[in-house]
């Protein structure tokens, strides 16, 4: 089924996928494409305020927002592609947030 990270009062995310890594660390993917800058802030309001879950939000770069919004501390991340997604970028993405999952 699918996965609902839901951070009461706060909000809530769907993801598209989910990523599972060798040892079953699981890293959630959210494309949100051409979606509104409003709902990426929206999500990056839901990471700061604690989700627990780590994702990768994919964002087209025609939202105009930096990668930069979650730093290296944050349980997630951000990727911003312009016209196609790297599928190496994305594993490398997910690879990452993985490990920084086990070093918590």
Not at 7 to 31: I, R, S
Not at 77 to 101: E, F, N, P, T
């Amino acid at each position: 089924g699918e996965a609902v990270l839901d951070l009461p009062g706060v909000g809530l995310c769907v993801p598209d996928l989910c990523y599972t890594a060798a040892d079953g660390t699981k890293v959630y993917l959210e494309v949100m494409g051409y979606w509104s800058r409003a709902t990426v802030w929206k999500r990056v309001e839901l990471v700061e305020a604690g989700l627990s879950e780590p994702v990768l939000f994919l964002v087209s770069s025609r939202l105009r927002v930096s990668e930069e919004l979650l730093d290296e501390r944050a349980t997630s991340a951000l990727y911003v592609y312009r016209g196609r997604i790297s599928a190496a970028k994305v594993l490398g993405k997910l690879s990452d947030l993985a490990q920084r999952r086990r070093s918590r």
